[in-house]
């Protein structure tokens, strides 16, 4: 079976007014590494400095000309774009760089149709990618404007572009409730698993929540160093000493996160929404850690799981790196010049919540957060059960 060819990328960003350039950085390093999961490379950036995005190509006049000569030149094929586009720019910024253009809600939706592997999944996606594509189908085809006739088909007719929409609305209506059905199934699922604590991994995609399910319950979950490794629910039993818990693997966040996939994951998420307990799992040598925990806050204000009793879970510390500045050093301090126990004494580990420093990969500190998890669960598990612990 022959190789499937790369195409050779161009990422294209505008800096607006509520934005700065550090941060469209970071997201165009984010949107570099999504296309490389997505098998595409990318060969050059073009950003703007603009107000807001223009309404009809995304970018200004002058930076599309520019951007229509070096794909021309180096004979690109593709343009991704780090914002979502309208249709309007979808349309217009085809028609003016003659290439396929692709927005980070259509990339990130490739990434999960290439992921899924179980039939709900796919399902999930699926129906995220129809509800992405029905507002853009004015784009996709060049017989819009041609009649249906003929016997029984005569009268005002039916535009193509009607019968599209109709056959992708019956499509959505269709895998919705295909989705009800395999809930009704999920929610028994997880009823029949009796009033057993649940610990569910939330975070960051490619954080290393599913490294930390294997190393937690010693099992061979699928993981991998690329972004959304896992999109199905993986549910383990634990048992550390003689207390016993369900840990479950969930889709991990990101920056962006398209709201066609938010709704159709919503089913996915209720491991998370059911949990007793949050391993919140953060990525630590990732340079803006940061964001990616406000991120993964914000998701989960959204779902409503943002009160739970949470565990910040510091991961990767093995490829944690920083710079000692010297006492003549006029910079702030920040990430690269803190090193792990100036991290441990900051703000972040004096929030209310247990937090605990480890590389899951090294199996390094992994006894310290079975002790914190077991001291956790065993209060529940003593809530539920009293009679588990008296002697008679």
């Known amino acids: 079976m022959a190789e499937e060819e790369i195409l050779d990328a161009v990422f294209v960003a505008v800096i607006s007014s509520d934005t700065t ?6 997201n165009l390093d984010e949107l570099a590494f999504l296309a490389e999961t997505a098998g595409v490379h990318g060969v050059k950036r ?39 586009l309208s249709p309007a720019q979808l349309k217009n910024l085809e ?8 927005d980070r809600t259509s990339l990130i939706l490739d990434i999960f149709a290439q992921r899924a592997q179980t039939a709900y999944a796919k399902t999930q996606v699926e129906l995220a990618q ?14 819009l404007e041609r009649q249906r006739g003929g016997i029984g088909m005569r009268g005002p007719g039916e535009s193509q572009i009607e019968t599209d929409r109709r056959i992708i609305l019956d499509k959505i209506s269709r895998l919705k409730e295909q989705l009800k059905k395999i809930d009704k199934q ?22 290393g929540k599913s490294t930390l399910m294997n190393v937690l319950s010693k099992s061979s979950v699928f993981a991998e160093n690329k972004l959304f490794a896992t999109l199905d629910t993986t549910v383990r039993k634990v048992v550390i000493e003689n207390v016993p818990f369900l840990l479950s693997d969930t889709v991990g966040f990101i920056n962006k996160l398209p709201h066609q996939l938010v709704e159709s994951f919503k089913s ?10 949050l391993l919140h799992v953060v990525d630590i040598s990732h340079p803006n850690y940061e964001e990616q925990v406000a991120v993964v ?25 920083y710079t000692p500045t010297s006492e003549f050093d ?43 998890l077991y001291k956790m669960v065993a209060e529940i598990h003593a809530g539920r059960w009293p009679f588990d612990n008296f002697l008679w």
């Open 297 to 321: 806050k914000q998701t989960l204000k959204e779902i409503g799981c943002a009160e739970k009793p949470t565990v910040m879970v510091f991961n990767k510390i093995d490829a944690y790196t």
């Open 186 to 207: 999920m929610i028994s699922q997880r009823g029949n698993r009796g009033s057993l604590v649940r610990i569910s991994l939330v975070g960051y995609t490619n954080a």
């Open 21 to 26: 350039e550090a941060a469209v950085n970071d």
């Open 95 to 102: 028609i003016g760089l003659h290439c396929r253009i692709l």
């Open 330 to 372: 006029l910079d702030e301090p920040g990430r690269r010049n803190l090193s792990l126990e100036d991290l441990k004494n900051s703000y972040m580990y004096k929030e209310n919540m247990p937090a605990v420093f480890i590389s899951a990969k090294e199996k390094t500190n992994i006894n310290k957060l079975r002790n914190d």
């Open 130 to 143: 129809y509800q992405y594509l029905l507002p853009r189908l004015t784009r996709m085809w060049t017989h």
């Open 268 to 277: 996915t998420l209720d491991e998370v929404r059911e949990a007793d307990i």
């Open 46 to 84: 073009f950003v703007q400095k603009l107000d807001r995005p223009n309404s009809r190509q995304y970018v200004g006049t002058g930076k599309l000309e520019e951007i229509k000569n070096y794909i021309e030149l180096h004979e690109i094929q593709l343009v991704i774009t780090d914002d979502e």
